[in-house]
């Protein structure tokens, strides 16, 4: 059964400074990996999806890696900002099956 | 493009009443999926639908039923709410095909009482 754990669970860091965010899943055998931002009480936003075939994928200042083999992934935020604020959900989807299958998030906080 | 829209934003209900929860799908997108979002935890799978017909459940009990419409659209009905039926119920759509990103939509905050 494909479990997704992310770590650290919070994250306090202050404005400008770049940060990792990690993700892990037990099974490999993955079609795709999506990260989302949620604000509080908001629904979901994606932020990057890699493909299996895929080692990582850039927008703007984010930049998420895909090591399958290893099952991990990171959340490459370059110069943090207050408005970077939220909880980021990191969620694989299977070969077979159709769910996305969520960790817990990391909720982070960037003061200025 | 439209993106993916939920109705109603918030809901109260007494347990042992029967809720339906609707979404309408980002413009072009032929599935939809369900999702139950506890406080502090990360969203749960409840079913999808594709062509008008279920297409993959997740742990979930029969008291949780869906339809999907022609339009894509789809409702998400819960019958007999229990307290722990309480959360934020998000749902997402997508293509069939290709990278199957998922656009989620808003959210319905329901509280059973």
């Known amino acids: 059964k494909q479990e997704v754990t992310q770590i650290p669970a919070a994250l306090s860091v202050p404005e400008g400074e770049n940060l990792v965010l990690n993700c892990s899943f037990t099974?490999?055998?993955?079609?795709?990996l999506q990260w989302f931002r949620q604000d509080p009480g908001k629904g979901l936003t994606s932020l990057l999806l890699i493909q299996s075939s895929q080692r990582e994928q850039t927008s703007g200042r984010l930049n998420a890696s895909l090591d399958k083999s290893s099952g991990r992934s990171t959340l490459y935020i370059a110069a943090s900002q207050p408005g970077d604020s939220a909880t980021y959900l990191c969620?694989?989807?299977?070969?077979?099956?159709?769910?996305?299958?969520f960790g817990k998030g990391t909720t982070l906080s960037v003061s200025s | 493009e439209t993106g993916v829209t939920q109705s109603p934003t918030h809901l109260i209900k007494t347990r042992g009443q029967q809720v339906t929860l609707r979404c309408s799908s980002q413009s072009g997108h032929n599935t939809v999926s369900w999702y139950q979002q506890a406080l502090g935890q990360g969203p749960q799978f409840i079913f999808q639908?594709?062509?008008?017909?279920?297409?993959g459940r997740g742990n979930f009990p029969p008291r949780f039923s869906g339809l999907q419409f022609p339009n894509y659209s789809s409702e998400l009905n819960v019958n007999a709410l229990e307290l722990d039926d309480s959360a934020l119920y998000l749902c997402?759509?997508?293509?069939?095909?290709?990278?199957?990103?998922?656009?989620f939509g808003p959210g319905t905050r329901l509280t059973v009482t």
């Open positions: 969620a694989v989807k299977n070969q077979a099956g159709t769910a996305l299958i």
């Open positions: 639908y594709y062509r008008e017909e279920e297409n």
């Open positions: 997402a759509s997508s293509l069939r095909t290709g990278p199957y990103e998922q656009y």
């Open positions: 099974d490999s055998a993955i079609y795709n």
